[in-house]
């Protein structure tokens, strides 16, 4: 073992609104120990994502909080470095939820071993991982885009993003994205996508409108606010919104001043049938393999491309965990945890 | 032909808020003559529904609003008087959509024959019709209860609300009706209802809460405001709502105040993983016949039960109209225009 002790950040207290860095504590601890059935994992790859401030708050939600002083969840790629568990050996890459932290004891049964295939491991928290499917999932599930329809998406450059944006056009749909700043809006429109809007230039729905001549069929929501605004009198009859996530409401304190608009919303629902359906990508859980297996394909065929956006260094986690709540990482945000396991 | 003029009710102005009788207009006009592949029908019953609001105001929706100066529009069931068209002759009942009155000369095509049957012609306004289509097809298809589940629908004495009750029953699951007064409630409970609340009451949402102890699966929505806010927090993971009309909202002349909860309603959507989706009747058209079938082999068997409020005479039906928009009627509220067709 090439270190005495672990590291990990722990949630120090529940953020209010915006999380600060405070809100973090990193801590030395012992070494975990693997028990019977459980392996010892060293993080290579931490993945950040916007359900995570979910975690920090103990509003209701799908999943309990994490503990004040406990480590903060998240998915990982690492290696195994001990093994008391059938079917997994040291050396071996797993996938799984193991935290913000450098070493995990857990149990086999909870990762999944990776092949060492053609694309880096860090994929497997990404375009081939947990947002890919999520896109994956939500759009043809729920969204269900047809050939000439239109599917609008935000966070167009991010994992999930690009991932919904890049489907619909494969799906023969016109796909229009929403990225904040130049740089990402050129991003997303070289993936292919038709159109991408800049949420920090002026008049965004008037230009979503532009960009979308025939109304919107598919809206895939991940934001909410001031795109949800936008997007919803441009909603054709029978659209359907997959509800992904909300990132602009996460850090909100206080609800919104009125009006009202609950009742407009119900009565677009009713007068423009439309479908909204929420979800989290393991409600789909049964579609894993057949996810894997199509998106591999594409990528290998180069039908859908992704971007990474690398922090170095486990310390540096809650910094770029917080400036991506404001939009600051540019493609799949994961933290390099520890070196990369030997070939 | 037993009278020389046509009775007719016209959308005299667009209502401001709560109709007025002042906005209709009686006139008489010429006897209609049929045209090629037409048929004259006397009205003998015509159906008032809440949905009849939305015709009546010029705010986008799914069909465009009756004209001012234009016949209300509405179901009826009538008798052929006579005929241009093959396979209808004089003396058939036909269901269609003849509007607020006496006779109509309309195309053969746009009519629904019906067979003399154990069941009153009016039935097929209701129970049989697209009242009862409209609870069957939500409920079946988007709400689709499982045993054991919990069933919400409010006006539950109605045409739509007493068969989705009764439907969710016959499927296993616990049916809880809200309704206006002790005696609808009463007549709720019989039609096999778990339990019926009384909205008048006092404490609705405290009163729905110990109702539903397993939280509500499914919320058949047909009225919005007080009774939607009491159902929402009651809402399990995995709730499905039918939206299929709005009672509550269809005289609003303004904006609700604030604070502004469609933040809120959007969060809902994704930790619970709820579906909504609008729709109306036609929407499953393709499933007329399976619904005629199954629905007249339930109330032949007694499992399904219906009430009619009836209103005698077309000059009635603008002050009925009013009355059913703030639950005077008690049941499916069907206006006789013409004495019955000769048996």
């Given at each position: 073992m090439s270190q005495a002790q672990n590291q990990r950040l722990v949630l120090a207290r529940r953020p209010v609104g915006e999380p600060q860095e405070t809100d973090f504590r990193m801590e030395h601890a012992?070494?975990?120990?693997?028990?019977?059935?459980?392996?010892?994992?060293?993080?290579?790859?931490?993945?950040?994502?916007?359900?995570?401030?979910?975690?920090?708050?103990?509003?209701?939600?799908?999943?309990p909080p994490v503990a004040i002083g406990g480590v903060m969840s998240g998915g990982t790629v690492g290696e195994v470095?001990?093994?008391?568990?059938?079917?997994?050996?040291?050396?071996d890459l797993v996938e799984g939820g193991n935290g913000w932290q450098g070493y995990a004891a857990?149990?086999?049964?909870?990762?999944?071993?990776?092949?060492?295939?053609?694309?880096?491991?860090?994929?497997?928290?990404?375009?081939?991982?947990?947002?890919?499917?999520?896109?994956?999932?939500?759009?043809?599930?729920?969204?269900?885009?047809?050939?000439?329809?239109?599917?609008?998406v935000a966070a167009a450059s991010?994992?999930?993003?690009?991932?919904?944006?890049?489907?619909?056009?494969?799906?023969?749909a016109r796909a229009i994205g929403i990225a904040g700043g130049a740089e990402k809006c050129a991003y997303v429109r070289s993936l292919g996508f038709d159109d991408c809007i800049d949420h920090r230039g002026s008049d965004l729905p008037g230009q979503l409108k532009q960009a979308c001549p025939?109304?919107?069929?598919?809206?895939?929501?991940?934001?909410?606010?001031?795109?949800?605004?936008?997007?919803?009198p441009l909603l054709n009859p029978f659209?359907?919104?997959?509800?992904?996530?909300?990132?602009?409401?996460?850090?909100?304190?206080?609800p919104s001043s009125g009006p009202d608009r609950t009742a407009g919303l119900m009565r677009a629902i009713l007068t423009k049938r439309l479908t909204f359906r929420g979800f989290i990508v393991w409600d789909f859980a049964s579609q894993q393999a057949e996810f894997q297996r199509e998106a591999?394909?594409?990528?290998?065929?180069?039908?859908?491309?992704y971007r990474e956006d690398v922090v170095e260094g486990l310390e540096?986690?809650?910094?770029?965990?917080?400036?991506?709540l404001q939009g600051k990482n540019f493609g799949k945000l994961l933290v390099r945890v520890g070196p990369d396991a030997a070939a």
């Open positions: 012992d070494m975990p120990v693997p028990g019977p059935g459980q392996v010892l994992v060293r993080t290579i790859w931490l993945s950040l994502d916007p359900y995570m401030r979910g975690r920090m708050s103990d509003a209701p939600s799908y999943v470095m001990e093994s008391n568990a059938d079917g997994l050996r040291r050396g857990v149990d086999a049964a909870g990762l999944r071993r990776l092949e060492r295939g053609s694309l880096p491991p860090s994929t497997a928290l990404g375009v081939l991982g947990m947002p890919g499917m999520t896109a994956y999932c939500g759009l043809l599930n729920i969204g269900q885009p047809k050939a000439g329809e239109t599917v609008v991010g994992p999930v993003g690009s991932m919904v944006g890049q489907i619909a056009k494969l799906r023969g025939k109304g919107i069929d598919v809206y895939f929501e991940n934001v909410g606010g001031l795109v949800w605004d936008a997007v919803f659209a359907r919104i997959p509800v992904c996530g909300l990132i602009s409401q996460y850090n909100q304190t206080a591999s394909a594409w990528i290998a065929a180069g039908q859908i491309k540096r986690a809650p910094a770029a965990f917080i400036g991506m």
